[in-house]
């Protein structure tokens, strides 16, 4: 996800967005503890992702 595209979002936009990437970051890591995955590297990209969105959340409230 780019940072461009999470910019034009509002602040509820965001929340939403970030309630749903931790979803997807539990389910992933569930998978893996399971070994029914083996995509490692979407882990990294999912916690990149919510720090991106953590971060757009904390500049808007300023």
């Known amino acids: 996800m780019k940072a ?15 309630v749903s990437l931790l979803k997807a ?4 890591k569930m998978q893996l503890s399971t070994q029914q995955s ?9 916690r990149r992702d919510i720090a991106r969105v953590k971060t757009l ?4 409230a300023v």
Do not use: A, P, W
């Open 4 to 18: 461009k595209e999470l910019r034009t979002k509002n602040v509820e936009e965001l929340n939403q967005e970030l």
């Open 25 to 28: 970051r539990f389910g992933l």
């Open 38 to 46: 083996t995509k490692t590297s979407e882990l990294g990209k999912l």
């Open 57 to 60: 959340i904390r500049e808007k």
